[in-house]
């Protein structure tokens, strides 16, 4: 059996994009002397009529740096360009009647067929963002977390035309229970709490490893300086110092505060 890692290399300073045939032995030896920085290179390419909607969020702090640090390469796919008439519509009348426009599917097909020809994402999940998906947790974001790459489409005004929900996506994902204009902010939400799952993305410090939801609780409270703000004070446990007392007093707010507010977790 033949073996391959896909990666960037770090060599005498340089960044490689790399694919290293690994075969049955030991990777360390191939490296010669080189160091891996990431294994996990994610692809996320995202479908959409409004493709400049992207370039602020994308653009922008951890995802911006996530991008850089080569963890992740975000595509972001105009429907327009794959459109074949002279208006270039994305849209049309519902069949039936009624107010609002839907997509057309033949865009969306003509670009998600044209992604699928390139090998790395031949079985990448086409997600749809849509009110009627299954409803996001953190338990997908670490199983998409996992994927080689994703495709994600967009839908807007009325809504998509049903072969797209039936034949093209692979799984239609919710973020809740409430309706917005399009699928690119849900598509913001969920490709955010994936990619910073990546490894190389977060420091040490922040790492998603100590998430509350990871743990299937909420949070415990945080303070910063001033120890006493217009009369509320700090707790005094933590600025006792003693680090045995202060992760139990911690363990024991997120516990409690999850009893009381959110009694279905504890109980899944
Ligand atoms: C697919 C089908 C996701 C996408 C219909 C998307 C909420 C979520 C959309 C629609 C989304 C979520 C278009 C139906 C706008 C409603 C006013 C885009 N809304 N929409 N119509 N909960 N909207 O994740």
């Known amino acids: 059996m033949n ?11 340089v960044l490689k994009f790399v694919k290293l045939k690994i075969g049955r032995c030991c990777p360390l030896e191939i490296l010669n002397g080189s160091t891996v920085v990431f294994l996990s290179l994610m692809q996320i390419h995202i479908v959409t ?10 653009g922008e702090s951890m995802m911006k740096r996530a991008g850089q640090s080569g963890a992740v390469k975000f595509f972001v796919h105009d429907l327009r360009d794959y459109t074949t008439d002279k208006h270039r519509s994305v849209d049309d009348y519902p069949y039936g009647g009624g107010p609002g426009m839907i997509m057309k599917p033949e865009p969306f097909f ?8 390139q090998d790395e994402l031949a079985g990448a999940p086409v997600i749809l963002m849509s009110p009627q998906g299954e409803k996001f947790s953190q338990r997908k974001a670490t ?7 994703l495709i994600f489409l967009c839908g807007h005004y009325k809504g998509v035309d049903e072969r797209v929900h039936q034949h093209l996506a692979t799984e239609e994902i919710s973020i809740g229970d409430y309706v917005v204009t399009g699928g690119e902010l849900p598509a913001l939400v969920v490709i955010d709490a994936v990619v910073r799952l990546l ?27 001033p120890e006493e703000f217009r009369g509320w004070r ?27 507010r959110r009694q279905d977790l504890l109980e899944s």
């Open 3 to 13: 073996y391959f890692i896909r990666g960037i290399l770090q060599s005498m300073g």
């Open 49 to 58: 009529a409004f493709p400049k909607f992207f370039e602020s969020p994308l």
């Open 110 to 117: 003509a670009c998600v067929d044209h992604l699928r020809r």
């Open 143 to 149: 199983a998409l977390a996992q994927e080689q790459a």
């Open 199 to 225: 490894p190389g993305v977060l420091g040490d410090l922040d790492s998603a490893s100590g998430d509350s939801f990871q743990a299937g609780l909420l949070d415990f409270p945080h303070y910063t300086r």
């Open 234 to 260: 700090v707790p005094e446990i933590l600025l006792s110092g003693h680090h045995a007392k202060i992760a139990q007093w911690r363990r024991e707010q997120a516990e409690a505060r999850t009893r009381e």
